[in-house]
């Protein structure tokens, strides 16, 4: 397994996913960078580029890239369509913006598209985005600042729903099949604690030599920094297993959670980037 140099600390969460998910796909492929070049037709200083989230890759390297690795290009194609919004955000970002009230709107409509796409091709996580702000200077301008921070908080909260169910759905079929006849646990509500944070019970037990803590049975969704759900909360559990301490299994995939995850990826020899994919899962599991 390639050792991967950690990627830039400012590198949008967005980008991020989709640069892990190159990642794995070369290592997958077995393929060196030069190998990778003859492959796909773009030069293995591009790739190392690519893959060091230094540069955006085009559509058709990433599309290339998931048939090299018997990827579906179509959840691929949505985590670059989301990684080229928000790194043409991050260049934007060096010049003042002049939008209207206009662009905004469309703005916001051409994101809530790319968001069903996505949700359709299961894609991770795509985390916060950010939204021009108007001018201050009068109280109209102040007043649009307030329903446009309104509306980007709405959207975070839709996003963040639409990937937990896509989450789900995939994990569907290796749930039915990682469960034995006649021995389904009974699913495992969330409990509050007496001051009020809400926790989850962790129900460890070693199934089909697998360990599982009765909050999730997923093995490869991916998962990171910010991110909340059942499936964060069965990633505490088993690091508490596995000797690690992510804090209070709350759900709440947070810094606790995030250094826990590295230290075991070291352990374990895997790529320590903080993130829960497949690989992870595994070592998680066994």
Same mark, same amino acid.
């Given at each position: 397994?390639?050792?991967?140099?950690?990627?830039?600390?400012?590198?949008?969460?967005?980008?991020?996913?989709?640069?892990?998910?190159?990642?794995?796909?070369?290592?997958?492929?077995?393929?060196?960078?030069?190998?990778?070049?003859?492959?796909?037709?773009?030069?293995?200083?591009?790739?190392?580029?690519?893959?060091?989230?230094?540069?955006?890759?085009?559509?058709?390297?990433?599309?290339?890239?998931?048939?090299?690795?018997?990827?579906?290009?179509?959840?691929?194609?949505?985590?670059?369509?989301?990684?080229?919004?928000?790194?043409?955000?991050?260049?934007?970002?060096?010049?003042?913006?002049?939008?209207?009230?206009?662009?905004?709107?469309?703005?916001?409509?051409?994101?809530?598209?790319?968001?069903?796409?996505?949700?359709?091709?299961?894609?991770?996580?795509?985390g916060p985005y950010n939204l021009a702000a108007p001018n201050e200077e009068t109280p109209q301008g102040r007043s649009l600042r307030v329903a446009l921070v309104a509306g980007a908080v709405a959207l975070v909260l839709a996003v963040s729903s639409a990937v937990l169910l896509?989450?789900?759905?995939?994990?569907?079929?290796?749930?039915?099949?990682?469960?034995?006849?006649?021995?389904?646990?009974?699913?495992?509500?969330?409990?509050?604690?007496?001051?009020?944070?809400?926790?989850?019970?962790?129900?460890?037990?070693?199934?089909?030599?697998?360990?599982?803590?009765?909050?999730?049975?997923?093995?490869?969704?991916?998962?990171?920094?910010?991110?909340?759900?059942?499936?964060?909360?069965?990633?505490?559990?088993?690091?508490?297993?596995?000797?690690?301490?992510?804090? +209070? /299994? %709350? &759900? @709440?995939? $947070?810094? !606790? *959670?995030?250094? #826990?995850?590295?230290?075991?990826?070291?352990?374990?020899?895997? +790529? /320590? %980037? &903080? @993130?829960? $994919?497949? !690989? *992870?899962?595994? #070592?998680?599991?066994?």
């Open positions: 397994m390639s050792r991967w140099k950690a990627l830039p600390g400012e590198l949008d969460l967005r980008v991020r996913q989709l640069v892990v998910r190159l990642r794995r796909l070369k290592d997958h492929s077995g393929l060196s960078l030069r190998q990778l070049a003859a492959k796909t037709g773009y030069s293995a200083s591009s790739w190392e580029r690519y893959l060091g989230g230094r540069s955006l890759p085009p559509r058709e390297a990433v599309e290339a890239m998931a048939r090299i690795g018997g990827d579906d290009p179509t959840r691929l194609l949505a985590l670059h369509e989301v990684a080229a919004e928000a790194w043409g955000e991050g260049r934007a970002g060096t010049s003042a913006p002049e939008a209207t009230g206009t662009a905004g709107t469309a703005g916001a409509a051409h994101t809530v598209e790319v968001v069903g796409a996505l949700q359709a091709a299961g894609a991770d996580d795509t896509a989450v789900r759905l995939t994990d569907g079929d290796s749930r039915a099949s990682a469960t034995p006849l006649g021995s389904a646990t009974s699913s495992v509500s969330p409990s509050p604690s007496p001051s009020g944070p809400r926790t989850y019970a962790c129900e460890v037990e070693r199934i089909g030599g697998r360990w599982y803590a009765g909050n999730s049975r997923t093995r490869d969704a991916v998962l990171a920094e910010g991110l909340a759900g059942p499936e964060v909360a069965e990633a505490q559990c088993l690091l508490r297993r596995a000797g690690f301490v992510p804090g +209070v /299994v %709350d &759900g @709440i995939f $947070g810094p !606790h *959670t995030k250094s #826990a995850v590295e230290q075991l990826q070291k352990r374990a020899g895997l +790529v /320590v %980037d &903080g @993130i829960i $994919g497949r !690989h *992870t899962w595994g #070592a998680l599991r066994r």
